[in-house]
Structure formats: structure tokens, C-alpha cells
Antibody, heavy 117, light 110 residues
């Protein structure tokens, strides 16, 4: 059974860079069958797609975040990562990693990242 | 502000049926498949429906999906208290080059 687990610092200071990793178990991320993505959810609000990455490093980013987002993939570690620069309080959210094709079929449990001023 | 609009809340008595609408446009629902996600408080979203009307393994047939033009609908029959959750639609927007989620709908069992 595929499992995804987010990891990263529990708190980020405003203007700094948010860095998260997602470790995948129960399946390989080195596959042309799926994308690997990040979705976030501010407390009490809806879902927002941040971006997705393919096994070969091809990325797609939400245009509204594109200037601040970098995603990478480490197939040898079965991990993929997210970096979001110049964070503000508006970036405080639950961050989920997920597997996708045209839909997101497996999700991590999410990690809350508060941004402190 | 999402390009997919859902009613904030829907409700019905146990055993009854609810439908959740998802309204979009020609560049998203008008062109691409819709998926639906169920989210309980404090939990990650879970895929409920994909490619408009396909249920992943383990999802009961009380849940159904459809799409017509630029709108989609999720139906839940035989409503149970365990169905109380937030529900989101989602699809790719070919103009924005962006996966978009709906605004979300809270289902309440009266």
C-alpha cells in the first residue's frame, strides 16, 4: 500500500524559505505513470494546488506561486521536495504531498507549517 | 478565489439523498475530467470519484458522479452520519495551466 509522509521544520520565519520533503513508501516514484504533487490548505480554508513533479524532473507550478516555488525529486531516496521562498503569514497552511495523474489518488497526512513574524 | 464554485453547505436527513454541484468554465470542467475529494476534520482529503464518475476501490456505490458541460455533480444516497465531511471537486484548467479545486461543500446530516 502506497504511503506518503511529509517532513520539515514545524515553524518558518517570515521572509525565509519553507522546505518540505515527502518520502514515499510502498511504491517507487521512479515511474512514468504518475506525477508527485504538493497541495496546501490554510487553516479553515480550501485546497490549493502548489505544483507537481515528474520522475524525470519535469515540473508544473501554480502560476500564482511560480516565482517562489521550486520542486525537486530524488528517485534514489524515493523522495520529492518543495521549497517556497519569501514566505509570509499567508503561506501558513497544512501542506500535503500526493500522487497524481489527472487526480490525486494518494495523500500524505499533511504537515502544518506556521509562518511566524 | 477558486474558478470552481460549490455551495458552501448541503444537508439532508439520514437515509436521504444530497447532491453537490460544482460549476466551472470552458477551460476547466468544459474540457477535462472532474475528481471529487472527501475530507473529514483533521484528516487529509481522500479521493472519492475520478474521471467524472469512477469510484476508487472501497468507495460505496452510494456515491455517484456526473459531468455535463461546465458543471459536475456529486450525489450521495442513503445518507449516513459518517458522511458528514467537506467535499471538494477538482480539475485541470487548460487556460491557467493549473489544477484547481472547488470552494468546498460541507455536508451535514440532520
Amino acid at each position: 500500500q502506497l504511503q506518503l509522509q511529509e517532513s520539515g521544520p514545524g515553524l518558518v520565519k517570515a521572509s525565509e524559505t519553507l522546505s518540505l520533503s515527502c518520502t514515499v513508501s510502498g511504491g517507487s516514484i521512479n515511474t512514468a505513470s504518475y506525477y508527485w504533487g504538493w497541495i496546501r490548505q490554510p487553516p479553515g480554508k480550501g485546497l490549493e494546488w502548489i505544483g507537481s513533479i515528474f520522475y524525470n524532473g519535469y515540473t508544473q507550478y501554480n502560476p500564482s506561486l511560480k516565482s517562489r516555488v521550486t520542486m525537486s525529486i530524488a528517485t534514489s531516496k524515493n523522495q520529492f521536495s518543495l521549497k517556497l521562498t519569501s514566505v509570509t503569514a499567508a503561506d501558513t497552511a497544512l501542506y500535503y504531498c500526493a500522487r497524481s495523474t489527472w487526480y490525486f489518488d494518494s495523500w500524505g497526512q499533511g504537515t502544518l507549517v506556521p509562518v511566524s513574524s | 478565489q477558486s474558478v470552481l464554485t460549490q455551495p458552501p453547505s448541503v444537508s439532508a436527513a439520514p437515509g436521504q439523498k444530497v447532491t453537490i454541484s460544482c460549476f466551472g468554465g470552458s477551460s476547466n470542467l468544459g474540457k477535462n475530467y472532474v475528481s471529487w475529494y472527501q475530507q473529514f476534520p483533521g484528516m487529509a482529503p481522500k479521493l472519492l470519484m475520478y474521471e467524472n464518475n469512477k469510484r476508487p476501490s472501497g468507495i460505496p456505490d452510494r456515491f455517484s458522479g456526473s459531468k455535463s458541460g461546465t458543471s459536475a455533480t456529486l450525489g450521495i444516497t442513503g445518507l449516513q452520519t459518517g458522511d458528514e465531511a467537506d467535499y471538494y471537486c477538482g480539475t485541470w484548467d487548460s487556460s491557467l495551466n493549473n489544477f484547481v479545486f472547488g470552494t468546498g461543500s460541507k455536508v451535514t446530516v440532520l
